[in-house]
Structures are given as structure tokens and as C-alpha cells.
């Protein structure tokens, strides 16, 4: 998402703090949380899902 300029690059150095595996009907996904204390207080949070298969599925600042 940095590389295709849909995030600030200073996402480009936020880390992993937290990963939940979900079921949703037939779809098992996974929700990895990174944190960025350079971000601005109400974006600092980005939730990214992604299949077992690792391809993304969708990135939000609002917990799903």
C-alpha cells in the first residue's frame, strides 16, 4: 500500500503487533494490526485482512 502511494511512507516502517485468524461463513481470513506512532492519533491503528493464502483483502483504520 506504501508502494502504490495509498499509504504515507512512514507506514513503510510500522510493525506487526497483532494477528487474529477469523472465520466468516466459508472465508477464513486473517487480521494482522500494524501501529505507527508517526501517524497522526486516529490513523496510528491500520487493520489489514488477508486470506490464508496471504492475498490482501481490504486495509482500514477502523477495527472490523
Do not use: C, H
Not at 504515507?8 to 506487526?16: G, H, N, P, Q, Y
Not at 501501529?35 to 490482501?56: G, H, I, Q, W
Amino acid at each position: 500500500l506504501v508502494a502504490q502511494s495509498k499509504l504515507d511512507a512512514s507506514w513503510a516502517k510500522a510493525e506487526a503487533v497483532d494477528a487474529d485468524f477469523v472465520s466468516r461463513g466459508d472465508d477464513k481470513l486473517w487480521i494482522v494490526t500494524f501501529e505507527n506512532p508517526a501517524a497522526k492519533a486516529a490513523e496510528r491503528k491500520l487493520y489489514v485482512t488477508m486470506t490464508v493464502e496471504r492475498d490482501f483483502v481490504s486495509a482500514s483504520f477502523k477495527a472490523a
